[in-house]
């Protein structure tokens, strides 16, 4: 049997099949389609130090290959979440990694302080890249912001802590790095590009909030070549994420990088996809002669040119 386990630092995988945060819930509105147990780990939504409502409706959109969401972070706030969904969620029998979201350091830095002391958490993914909401994009597009919160979680916690990264910058490689060198024991890689969609007819924008951010088929080319890029510069583990819908664009996005994925906008219209992609791993690897997801990672090769 091939070796699927998977190591991002300090956090160790049974595999390398995650769930995105935003795309499955908690988990509990899942139970009918998914083997929990079998999931590398479940990411559940963000969640902030209080309560939000969220964007005004309309929130999403279909698009060619894809969809815009602005859905802007709605949640029952953090109390809540420690007290009703953690425990569900740490009793599934796969690694819980929770997302969170806030407006200062000392909003990261409280919340990670409080899910230090809960068992059962494996680790924190540091949203810093929502497109749909103000304050938060600022710390994910400014390397020193964004290393600040890492260092602050960091100094506050014992758990593996993951930045998660918007592309809606110049260049990710520069925050990356930022973020590394403050101690992130990952980076996921994307989260949504900003975009819009129109209705003429009306002359009005479809979303709620006019802009949103686009995921699906439509960005996994854009997604390879950041998360390509970042891993030729910056050396910790990478979790690719952007149109997975195959077991075809998890082995790709491996190659070029990603020692992990996540599904996201696939769970929506398939959410049996991630334990399918499980179940087809090892025959893919066998395919390139490999024992274990270890052996493929970052083998991507580049022909010479003359």
Known sequence: MADLSVSL?????KNPI???????????EMTAFVDFAHLGG???KTVTPQ???GNPPPRTVETASGMLNSIGLDNDGFDQFVAEKLPYLTGLGTSIVVNIAGKTNDDFRRMATRLNEVSGVSAIELNISCPNVSGGVDFGTDPSLAAEVVAAVRESCSIPVIAKLTPNVTSVVPIAKAVADAG???VSLINTFQGMAVDWKRRRPVLGNVLGGLSGPAIKPLALRIVWQVSQQVKIPIIGIGGIQSIDDVMEFLLVGATAVQIGT???YNPGL???IIRELPEALATLKAESVKDIVGTLQIPKRD
């Open 18 to 28: 995650l769930v995105a945060s935003g795309t499955f819930g908690y988990a509990k």
């Open 42 to 44: 479940i990411i559940p």
């Open 9 to 13: 630092n300090r956090l160790t995988l």
């Open 266 to 268: 696939a769970n929506f």
């Open 51 to 53: 309560p939000r409502p």
């Open 184 to 186: 992130a024991d990952a």
């Open 274 to 276: 991630a334990n399918q």
